[in-house]
């Protein structure tokens, strides 16, 4: 018999007030697979992660964990989940030691595996020169050190890290990198979150894109690329008052947070023949130009034109016209209600 | 390199994973986990005290205070009251344990609200230990600093002329009546923090409670010297029977019926705050 996935979520909805945090969720996890949800402030990714961990319980819908679920069987569960989440959970007051061996002893640990497992864990986190001294006094690299410590001292079969390295100095955020790697090489499954889709692509064997409370595209680095439109054509402009000018003449073109430059996303097969009319329609209407080139989404921009931040009016909901036969094998769905206005309204109230 | 997952619970053949322990069989085991988690949260919350010195402060020097400045303040004025040939200390400190019992229960309240804006609750919560064990290791741990600030309380109150009167077993007795009545106030309280969110409302609504009770009981003075409808209120209270419990066993007095008044008041509300608050934990975390 097949054993279940590591992580099945059907339509899973949850609000607050009036804000649809998750608006019917759809995410499957294989066992030993590294799944990273990327999104943008407000997402729903903590929410998806606490419904999970069983700590929200779902509106609607249903999540298992190894065919358990979330809800009903929340004891069975929390066997077998670590989490470390966004914001640090360990006990301010006591030692980063004394947290371990309460953890520890809190996991079912006898007294003496607990005190080992609190002493191994501490070297391990390269924390042992600060082991007895109170949290309170870490910094929030040793923080997020000692919260990841503790949801190991019994090896989760599935690790939830809620933006592990948010706020972390490169040297912090390697360290964090090449644990979750040997976890994982050892066989644990990790969902992750971030809002960077650099550190999604780095660790993740697959990328769920998530915004408004839906998934709205799934897919390794490679596949969301191709999937917002293989190539951009970025126009750098002599003078930047052309360029809202150059922004309603050209389709889908869109302003950066360069003021000088747009960039018009085009269909990977047609680039060149996108090209030469972008520059056509620019000369034709005697805008100058510094320089025109054809280059591929940056990371980010895949990012943000995906969760519909793009700077431009509207310029997101217009992803361009996409060849299907490319062998990309993402889907990317819209958001099903509510328009990128109205999205952005709620985040400032 | 050492793997990162050295295996803390199986020998050589180390499995895939590692879990936790299997679920516990039977209702011998859901005890025992239960009693065990209870314990390393009430050390965990031990250790909140002594790390906290305002706290600790609050804790201890208030209620010496207390003892010393009610007894000398009020001493010269509330002696009339008394029977003859009582001190207003013999009565004061029996009452002042309930006092002290009763607003240090203000402080479990405080503690929980804060322990549930705090990060870690959602650690524990995500932890596969025994739900309830969060809130009965702080009223654990409640109780136990209750019984030393009890002993402190004791201590002084022999400095300035206290004496237990009726033997050892007694005194020990009006220390378990003051623990058992102070337990209870601090499950009302845990109960109270679940309701109303936040520390300082729990705080708030604590204080607005107790002073009141407290003062309108036999705590500080004798019910007979209050006006009638004060006084039918004051000998009413749980407060009452449980420092005429507490001073009939230090002093001397009627000891059965204020003290199984006690009893039964202490454990009927036990019997339905405790379940009422392990709920309303459950459901709002
Ligand atoms: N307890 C809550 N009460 C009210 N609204 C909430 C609560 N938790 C989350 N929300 C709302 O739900 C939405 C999703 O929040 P969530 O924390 O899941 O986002 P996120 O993707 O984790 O964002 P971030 O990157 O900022 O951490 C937001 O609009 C947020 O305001
Ligand atoms: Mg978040």
């Given at each position: ?12 909805r949850?609000r ?9 969720v ?5 066992e ?8 943008p402030?407000?997402?729903?990714k ?5 419904v ?27 066997r ?10 360990v006990?301010?007051?006591l ?29 391990r986190?390269?924390?042992?020169h ?7 006094t ?5 923080r997020?050190?000692?919260?990841l ?28 990198w090449?644990v979750?790697r ?24 697959r ?8 998934i709205?595209?799934e ?38 947070d360069?003021?000088?430059r ?11 023949g ?5 520059s ?26 995906l969760?519909?931040?793009?700077g ?25 209600h ?12 | 390199?050492?793997t ?19 679920p ?12 065990r ?26 209620p ?24 207003y ?5 029996p ?12 402080q479990?309240a ?15 919560r ?16 409640d109780?136990?600093?209750s ?32 623990g058992?009545f ?5 499950w009302?309280?845990?109960?109270l ?15 607005v409670?107790?002073?009141p ?21 004051a ?11 507490a ?5 001397g ?8 008044r ?15 608050s392990?709920?309303?934990?459950r459901?709002?975390?």
């Amino acid at each position: 018999m097949p054993s279940p996935p590591a992580v099945q979520v059907t339509d899973v909805r949850k609000r607050f007030g009036d804000t649809d945090a998750l608006a019917g969720v759809r995410l499957e996890v294989a066992e030993g697979e590294v799944v990273g949800l990327l999104g943008p402030n407000g997402a729903g990714k903590t929410t998806l992660v606490r419904v999970l961990a069983t700590l929200l319980p779902p509106d609607g819908g249903t999540a298992r964990i190894f065919g358990l679920d979330v809800a009903r069987q929340a004891p069975e569960v929390r066997r077998t989940i670590g989490l470390t989440g966004q914001y640090a959970a360990v006990d301010e007051l006591l030692t980063g030691r004394e947290n371990l061996r309460m953890f520890g002893e809190l996991f079912h640990l006898s007294g003496r595996q607990a005190r080992r497992r609190a002493d191994e864990l501490l070297e391990r986190f390269d924390l042992g020169h600060a082991a007895d001294r109170a949290a309170r006094t870490y910094s929030g690299g040793m923080r997020r050190r000692l919260d990841l410590a503790s949801s190991l001292l019994v090896r989760p079969r599935l690790l939830f890290l809620d933006e592990p390295t948010t706020g972390l100095d490169p040297r912090s955020r390697n360290a964090i990198w090449d644990v979750t790697r040997e976890l994982v090489a050892e066989g644990t499954t990790l969902l992750l979150t971030t809002q960077y889709l650099e550190e999604a692509d780095q660790l993740a064997d697959r990328i769920a894109v998530i915004d408004h409370g839906t998934i709205i595209a799934e897919g390794t680095g490679d596949d969301l690329k191709d999937r917002v439109g293989g190539q951009v054509v970025d126009i750098a402009l002599a003078v930047a008052e052309d360029a809202i000018t150059a922004c309603e003449l050209v389709a889908h073109a869109e302003p950066t947070d360069d003021p000088r430059r747009i960039r018009v996303p085009v269909d990977a097969d047609d680039a060149l023949g996108a090209l030469s009319r972008v520059s056509g329609a620019l000369s034709a209407a005697g805008i100058p130009v510094r320089d025109v080139g054809l280059r591929r989404p940056t990371l980010d921009e895949v990012f943000l034109e995906l969760t519909g931040a793009a700077g431009g009016a509207g310029g997101a909901a217009d992803i361009p016209p996409h060849d299907s036969d490319d062998g990309a094998t993402v889907e990317v769905e819209r958001p099903p209600h509510g328009t990128d206005e109205d999205h952005r309204r709620q985040e400032v109230a | 390199m050492s793997t990162l997952m050295t295996d803390p619970t199986a020998g050589d053949a180390a499995p895939a994973h590692t879990l936790a322990p299997p679920p516990p069989g039977g209702r011998l085991s859901t005890l025992y986990w239960g009693t065990r988690d209870t314990w390393t949260v009430t050390k965990r919350n031990l250790r909140h005290y002594v790390r906290q010195p305002r706290l600790l402060v609050f804790s201890t020097i208030q209620p010496v205070m207390f003892v010393v400045l009610f007894s000398f303040v009020f001493g010269g004025i509330a002696g009339d009251a008394l029977p003859e040939g009582m001190t207003y200390i013999a009565f004061l400190l029996p009452g002042l344990f309930i006092h002290s019992a009763a607003f240090r229960s203000v402080q479990t309240a405080v503690g929980l609200a804060e322990d549930l804006e705090r990060g870690v609750v959602d650690r524990f919560r995500s932890l596969p230990m025994s739900r309830s064990a969060v809130l009965a290791g702080r009223t654990l741990a409640d109780l136990v600093r209750s019984l030393s600030v009890l002993l402190l309380m004791i201590v002084v109150g022999y400095a300035i002329g206290f004496r237990f009167t009726e033997g050892l077993l007694s005194a020990l007795g009006a220390v378990a009546i003051v623990g058992l009545f102070g337990y209870l106030m601090s499950w009302l309280f845990t109960y109270l923090a679940l309701l109303v969110p936040g520390a300082e409302a729990a705080q708030t609504a604590g204080f607005v409670l107790i002073f009141p009770l407290v003062f309108a009981s036999s705590v500080f003075v004798p019910p007979e010297t209050m006006p009638a409808w004060m006084a039918a209120f004051a000998s009413a209270s749980p407060l009452t029977h449980a420092a005429d419990a507490a001073r009939a066993l230090s002093i001397g007095g009627e000891v059965a019926g204020p003290v199984l008044r006690t009893l039964a008041w202490s454990t009927g509300l036990l019997a339905v705050v405790i379940p009422l608050s392990v709920r309303r934990y459950r459901r709002i975390t």
